[in-house]
């Protein structure tokens, strides 16, 4: 039987994109993954970057290649994680709308597009200095601009956190939910 907890709001998954959760949070297994999600998500980009080099061999590419499996793998495990904290924690709710895609699903996918948006606008997707992390991002980005295809990525990630934020609350408002797989 499901214990009733609460799913993370849109600000605090954004934010365990960026930096790990506090450990006391009794969503914390969700948080940690989302962190993982997206370092995953920042190597699979480098990874691809790196077998799309020039004159790169054809066993750099094959060891490239088999990287980005192995974090695929990695992936679909932190998603599962995911899914079963969503079917320890959250009640089934019968005569709700089923939604399409799992919770790991949905925050996998928003980590990707959290990290093609960092990138888009010249970042990576975390270095780790927290306040004189955002005086970098405010200064890089007035100092480049944002062209259209940067402005793309964050409108398609807030989209997503949008999505995200709907989903949850009609979860949390018996209208809709999640599966379990």
Known sequence: ???????????VVLRAFREPADPGRP?????????QL?????????????????????SHVAACSQLVEDIDLTRAKLIAHIDNWV???????RGASLH???????IDRMAEKWVAAQHAIGLP????????DSRARATVISRHGVDSEAHLHWVRLAELADGYKDLITDVIEHRRRLPVF
């Open 1 to 11: 039987m499901a214990t009733e907890y609460a799913l993370p709001s849109v600000a």
């Open 27 to 35: 969503d914390y297994r969700v948080l940690e993954a989302a962190y």
């Open 38 to 58: 997206a370092q995953c998500h920042e190597r699979r980009r480098r990874a691809h970057q790196a077998a799309h080099v020039p004159d790169a061999s054809s």
């Open 87 to 93: 079917a320890e924690h959250i009640p089934h709710r």
């Open 100 to 106: 399409t895609e799992t919770l790991g699903a949905v």
């Open 125 to 132: 997707a975390r270095n780790g200095h927290g306040k004189k």
